[in-house]
C-alpha cells in the first residue's frame, strides 16, 4: 500500500533529519530509533551518525546499568525467598528481548505478593533504598490507592525502584483480574528469584500501561513496546496471537489489547491477523497527511515529528507511519477516564 | 566562510527568529534562534569570527534563547534556554541570556555527546601540543586559561576536555566564561580583550565572557594531541609549585572530573588508560599567572 | 561473609579475584576497571602483589596467598587489612 506517495527517507534531506533527531531525542525516543532501525548502518551524513552512535552509547549505559541494578535488588530481597517478579523494562532487559533495545528508563519495577510487600520494602531500606519525602496526602494516595510503595531511591547510586503487587490501578474502572496474571508468572531462565509474566501476559501488560498511564509523551514508546513484543513472540510462536486475544478476554483486558493493538498495527504495521482484529485504515491515512506540511520547527503542526518518526520507521523497517497521541487521548475520553491534561497537546 | 560578524543586523535578526541561523562550533553545528535583542547583541560581540550560515541545513542542536510565556514577562524580562523545544533550565533575566547560553551550551554537550569522553577540563596547546588543565570549579582553571589563550596558547575550551576515539582533543573554541574578580584580573593584564556584558547577581556571581581570538576560531576543526596534563591550583601568595601526578592517579582525578565516564564503561576505562599511558600528568600549585605561564610551557617543552 | 575475618583464625577459605576485571599496570600501580560494577580503582603494593598472584595462579587459600606476595618482595604485614579492603571493594572474593 502506498499511503507515502512514494515519499521516503530518501525524502529526508540532512536538516529534515536534524530535526527529527532533536524531536526524537526530547521524546527519550532517539536510541530506540537509532536501534531498531539501524540507523548506524544506513549512510547517514557524518553529524547525524555522531548523534546515533552517541544515543546507542547512552542506551547500552542504560542497560547495563539495569542489570547491575538487578543485582543488587537480588542482593537485597534474596533473604525473604519470596519470587521476585520483573515487570516492563526491566523484564525486557533481563530477557533480553526486542523490546530492550535503545529503551531508555531508568525505573526499575517489580511485583512481590501482598503478603511480604513490607518485608520487601524493610529490605529495600536496609539495602540503602529510601522512600522519597512525600507529604501526608501523597503517602495515603499511593499506599491506599495505588499498586505501589512510593518510590525508593538508592542513597548512593540514585537509581528507584517501584515497588507494586499488582499490576494496574485499582481504582481504575475496567475489572481486570491481575491477580491471574501474576499467579501465572513464570520462572526466569530456571531462577527461583526473578520472575516474569508469561508472553502473553507481558504484551497485556504493556496494553494497559498504554492504556491506563497518564504519562502521555510516553505513549509512542509503550505502543513501540507492544509491537517489539508481538513481533518477537509472534515470530517465536505461530498461535500466539490467538492466545494473546483469548488470554485478553480471559483476563478482562479485552478491549484493551484491540485498542492498543489497532494503534500498534496503525502505527508501526504490528501483524495482528486481520481475521483476529479487523481494520481500521482511516486514522493512518489521517495521520500520515501530518507529515506532507512544513518540517520547520515553528510552523510545523504540533505531533508532526511522530508522523516524520513514523513515516522513516515505516520506510526502513517497520511498515509504518503517523500519530497517536491524539487517538489515546479519545481513548481515555471514552473510558470517562479523568487523566491530567497533558501539557504538550497533540 | 561568513563569519557572524560579517552578517548585517537585519540578516542576523531574520535568522535568528526564521530557523535558518546556523552556528558552526568545531564539529558542532548549532541551530540558534532568538529574538532577544540583549542577547543578540552580546551573542554578536563575543561570536564575532564564528563561521555562521543563515540558510538553514543540517545541525545537531537546536537551541534557542527566547522570552518565556507571556505571562512571567509581566513580572520581568526574562530569557529561556530551550533544547529542542524543551526548557530544562529556570528562565532567567534578559541581560544574563549570554551567560544562560554558555551553560546550556555546555550541559547539551556534556548530555548528548557520549562518543567522547567528556572531562571537566579546559584544552589548550601550545607549539602543537595540547594540554589537559582539569580542576575543580574556584581553582583558576578559566582565568588561567584566559591568560594562556591571551598569550598566543590555542584555546580549544575552558570547561570541557572531548577526548573522542582517536584519542584526539576536540575542539570547542568559543566564550571563555569569567568569573567575579577573575573578570578585572584579565582586563586590566590585557586592555584590548574583548569582554562581554557583564552578568551580575548569578548564582556564580558576576559572570562576563572573554572572546576568543580568531586564530582559535580558525583552528576548531583542527584537534589537538594530547600531550600534558596538568591539574593548576590557584592559592592566594603560594609560591610556585611544580609536581608530577602518577598515571594512576592522574586516571582517578580526571574520573572524578569526567562528566560520561560511567555511561562510557569499559570504553571510556580503555580510553582515559591510553591517555594517561601516553601523556605526563603534572599539578602545578600558584598565585602568579605569569609564573604559571612560564612554568606551563617548561612542561610542555620539557615533558609534553 | 563479609564481616572480615577474625584474628588468629585458621584461613580456611580461598581467595578469588572478582571475574570481568580489566587490569591495566602504569607507573603508579595498576588500574582496575570492574566491569560488573563500573568501579575503577588504582591498586599498588601489597593489594597489587595480591591482585597479581590471584591472577597468575588462580584461586589461592589465605597461606598460599600470603607466601605469594612475600615471593613477590612485598611484606605481608598488613596482609589481613589489605586483603577486607580488596573483598570490601568487591575485586577479590572468598570460595
Known sequence: MSLLGGRGHDAFDPEAWSLLFSEARRAGLLARLAAILRLDEVGLPERLQKQVKASLIEAAAFQRDVLRELEHVQQALQGLGVPVLLLKGAAYVRLNLPAARGRIFSDIDIVVAKESLAQAEASLMLGGWLTGKLDPYDQRYYREWSHEVPPMTHRRRGTTIDLHHALVMPTCRIRV??????????????????????????????????MFNSEFERGLRDIWDIDLLFRDFASRSASFPERLFER?????????????????????????????????????????????????RQTRPAGQWLADMLLVSREMYLRLPNHLLLTHLAHKASLGFTGTTPHKAI | MLTLSSCTSEQLHRSLRDGSFRLYLGQLALKVSSDIPEFIAAFRQLYGDHPVTLGGGEYDFDIAISAPALWRRWLRRNASFEFSGDTPFLPMEVGHAHALFEWGLNWAIASFLHHCLIIHSAVVEWQGKGVLLSAVSGSGKSTLSAELSEQGWRLLSDELALLDSDLKLIPLARPVSLKNSSIDIIRQRHPMAVIGPLARDTHKGTVAHLKVSADAVGHNLVPAVPKLIVFPKWVENAPLRVEPVGAGQAALRLIDQAFNYSILGAEGFRRLVALVRTTEAWQIEYSSLDEARDALETLVAEHG | MSGGI??????????????????????????????????????????????????????????????????????????????ISLEKSQLIFRC
Open chain 1, 248 to 296: 485478553a478476554r480471559e483476563v478482562g483486558l479485552g478491549e484493551v489489547i484491540r485498542e492498543a493493538l489497532r494503534l500498534a498495527r496503525a502505527l508501526l504495521g504490528t501483524p495482528v491477523p486481520e481475521n483476529l482484529l479487523p481494520g481500521d485504515a482511516k486514522m493512518a491515512t489521517r495521520l500520515v497527511a501530518r507529515a506532507v506540511y512544513s518540517r520547520h
Open chain 3, 6 to 83: 577474625p584474628a588468629g583464625r585458621p584461613s580456611l577459605s580461598r581467595v578469588a579475584l572478582a571475574e570481568a576485571l580489566l587490569f591495566e599496570e602504569v607507573e603508579d600501580g595498576a588500574l582496575i576497571f570492574d566491569q560488573s560494577s563500573g568501579a575503577t580503582t588504582l591498586s599498588s603494593g601489597l593489594g597489587l602483589a595480591m591482585i597479581k598472584s590471584l591472577r597468575s595462579l588462580g584461586a589461592l587459600d589465605e597461606a598460599a596467598l600470603r607466601a605469594a606476595v612475600q615471593d613477590m618482595g612485598e611484606a605481608p604485614e598488613n596482609f589481613t587489612d589489605v586483603l
Open chain 1, 177 to 210: 483480574d491481575s491477580g491471574k496474571m501474576i499467579r501465572e508468572a513464570v520462572p526466569v531462565d530456571g531462577s527461583a528469584f526473578w520472575w516474569r509474566l508469561q508472553d502473553e501476559d507481558m504484551v497485556l501488560h504493556a496494553a494497559s500501561h498504554l
